[in-house]
C-alpha cells in the first residue's frame, strides 16, 4: 500500500535538556526536504514552545513522564506532532480526533501559556491543540516545493 | 548544547554577554547571572546576544522581567548583538518597541 507520507516519531523523557536534542532532529529531517533556513528556524521555535510547555506542565516535579514527538513528512508540507502523554499514538487516529482550529480554545489557551503558543500559531502555518487526555498540539509547515530539486538535493547542500 | 555567560561591571552597568542556546534547559544559568542585579537594582544592564545561536519565548520572559525589575529602579535594559533571526522574535511579540534593542553606540 503506497502511503502519502514518512512518519517519525520519538520519545523523549520529560525534561528540558532533551529540547536541544529535538530541534536537532527537527533541522535534520526539514533539511532533507528541502525547507528553507527560515522555515527550519520557525519550526525549531515552534517544536521548542510546545515542548517547553509540556516539561513545564505536564507531569509534577516527582514524576517521570514522557514527551512524543512525531513529523509527518510529506512532499510540501511537515506535520509535527508533540503530545505530553508519553504513549505511542496511532498517527491516523490522532489526526481524525484533531478537530479543527477553534480560536476561542486557543485564546483561552494563550492565557495559560504566555508567549509559547502564540509564536506556534504565528510561525507555522497550521495548528490544533487537542486538550484531553494530556495536551496534544499539531503544528504544520508547508515547504516550498520551489525549494526541492528534482532529484531532492536539498539547497543546502549546494 | 549549553550556554556560556560571562559578566563585566562597568561604572554603572553590567554587561552580560552569552554565547550558545537559550531556551528552557539553558535558562536557569541566565536566572541565575540576572537575580541578584535584577533585585539590587543599582545597575544598567546590557546583554549582548551577539553569539547565541537560538532563542525562544523562555528568553524573551526572561528579558521583560529582567526590564520591569531594572524599570521599578530607574534603570534601563539593552540588548545588543540581536540577529535578525532573533530580532524577528522581539517584533512579532511587540517587544521590540519595549525594550531598547541593537541601539548600543559601542557595537564591536
Given at each position: ?24 532532529t ?10 528553507t ?6 519550526a ?7 515542548v ?68 506556534i ?11 484531553d487526555?494530556?495536551v496534544t498540539?499539531s ?20 | 548544547?549549553?550556554?556560556n ?5 562597568k ?18 544559568e ?16 546590557k546583554i ?21 525589575d ?13 540577529s ?13 518597541d519595549l ?10
Open positions: 500500500m503506497s502511503h502519502q507520507y514518512d512518519y517519525i516519531e520519538m520519545k523523549f523523557p520529560s525534561s528540558a535538556e532533551y529540547v536541544g536534542l529535538i530541534r536537532l527537527l533541522s535534520g529531517i526539514f533539511s532533507r526536504v528541502g525547507a533556513y527560515d522555515q527550519i528556524e520557525d525549531k521555535i515552534a517544536v521548542s514552545e510546545a517547553t510547555n509540556a516539561v513545564k506542565h505536564a507531569y509534577n516535579e516527582d514524576e517521570d513522564g514522557n514527551i512524543l514527538v512525531g513529523f509527518a513528512v510529506y512532499s510540501d508540507k511537515i506535520e509535527i506532532i508533540v503530545s505530553d502523554k508519553g504513549q505511542s499514538f496511532n498517527y491516523e487516529e490522532i489526526k481524525s480526533e484533531l478537530g479543527p482550529y477553534n480560536e476561542d480554545d486557543n485564546v483561552n489557551y494563550l492565557r495559560e501559556g504566555g508567549l509559547g503558543l502564540f509564536l500559531d504565528t510561525l507555522m502555518d497550521e495548528i490544533v491543540v487537542r486538550k487526555p494530556g498540539i503544528m504544520t509547515k508547508y515547504i516550498d516545493e520551489s525549494q526541492v530539486h528534482s532529484d531532492g538535493e536539498t539547497i543546502s547542500n549546494r | 548544547m549549553n550556554i555567560i560571562s559578566t563585566e561591571e561604572k554603572d552597568e553590567y554587561i552580560i554577554a552569552m554565547s550558545g542556546e537559550l531556551d528552557v534547559y539553558t535558562a536557569p541566565l536566572q541565575e547571572v540576572l537575580n541578584p542585579i535584577r533585585q539590587d537594582g543599582s545597575h544598567h544592564v549582548d546576544l551577539s553569539d547565541v545561536s537560538y532563542m525562544d519565548s523562555t528568553g524573551l520572559g526572561i528579558f521583560v522581567g529582567t526590564l520591569k531594572l524599570n521599578k529602579h530607574g534603570k534601563e535594559l539593552r540588548v545588543t548583538g540581536v535578525d533571526r532573533i530580532l524577528r522574535l522581539f517584533e512579532i511579540t511587540g517587544l521590540r525594550m531598547h534593542i541593537n541601539e548600543s553606540s559601542e557595537v564591536e
